[in-house]
């Protein structure tokens, strides 16, 4: 658990997201992992994002873990019911992994498979609950267990709502942490001042805040998240750099490590650097990042 032993000695974290594949080949998955082993505290497993379907974040875990590697993997409302979701608590308790995130997860529609039909037999704060229950040795039916997990839990928090939206997303914010999560991921970050506000948001200092750090992939990736994703402000200066760079990929590289530095200056716990499918890139932008 050397992850949650630096976040709680208050070192600066640096998590890497790797998407399991679409499939059984998994040299890809674990080379990439590999490849940076050691500079990365721990790698986050998503469970299917954007409802696509994958090798679950279970077995990606299990996959990394295996290699010597520590992980954080998520549970996921959508897909399983809380026989499910518990059984894989457990499983993944006794295979090694204690870091997890709960996510509500995307609606199916999304994702590549529209026929799928969403579960959710349990919501966010519920889902916290049972996974607290769990670590004070009962499941959800109130059974004993025989030996009982100690995981540390994670969230996400949207930091780019207003009105209403931000309203609700703080009252959650406040359930789950009530509920036990303590560290929350936030979505991608280009302008730091977005997350000015956390510290009003979150006063206490037991709560990780660890933004997330995108790699983008062209000026177009940029112009789109700004454009179409409202949650998300990309400054207008990053798509300036874009525009005037020749090297596109290499000044995309130099944005995120940019990013992480000022993450760590700015005093937030770690960063999770997600690369969309360029895990390859990870080792530049590591090697690079100056942290």
């Given at each position: 658990m050397a992850l949650k032993r630096n976040l709680e000695a208050g070192q600066f974290v640096i998590l890497a997201e790797m998407e399991p594949p679409k499939g059984v080949d998994v040299t890809g998955f674990v080379n990439n992992a590999l490849k940076v082993k050691g500079a990365i505290d721990a790698f986050l497993i998503p469970e299917m994002s954007n409802a696509v379907m994958r090798i679950s974040s279970?077995?990606?875990?299990?996959?990394?873990q295996s290699k010597g590697m520590e992980t954080v993997m998520q549970v996921c409302c959508r897909d399983r019911n809380r026989l499910a979701l518990q059984a894989d608590l457990l499983a993944a308790y006794a295979c090694g992994i204690s870091t997890i995130m709960a996510v509500t997860g995307e609606d199916p529609t999304f994702g590549d498979h529209h026929k799928a039909k969403a579960v959710y037999d349990v919501g966010m704060i519920e889902l916290l609950h049972g996974i607290r229950g769990l670590q004070d040795g009962k499941d959800m039916a109130g059974v004993e267990l025989a030996g009982a997990p100690d995981f540390m839990v994670g969230?996400?928090?949207?930091?780019g709502l207003s009105g209403q939206a931000l309203e609700a997303e703080l009252k959650e914010l406040e359930d789950k942490i009530n509920a036990g999560v303590r560290f929350l991921i936030t979505p991608p970050i280009f302008d730091l001042s977005v997350l000015d506000r956390l510290g009003q948001i979150i006063p206490r200092k037991d709560v990780k805040i660890i933004p997330t750090v995108l790699l983008l992939k062209s000026m177009g990736m940029a112009r789109y998240i700004a454009r179409n994703v409202s949650h998300i402000?990309?400054?207008?200066?990053?798509?300036?750099r874009l525009q005037k760079t020749g090297d596109k990929v290499r000044e995309c590289i130099l944005i995120a490590q940019e990013t992480i530095k000022a993450c760590k200056d700015k005093g937030f716990s770690g960063v999770l650097i997600s690369t969309m499918g360029w895990e390859n890139k990870l080792p530049e932008i590591i090697g690079g990042m100056g942290v």
């Open positions: 279970l077995g990606g875990a299990m996959l990394l969230g996400a928090v949207n930091t402000h990309v400054p207008d200066e990053i798509i300036t």
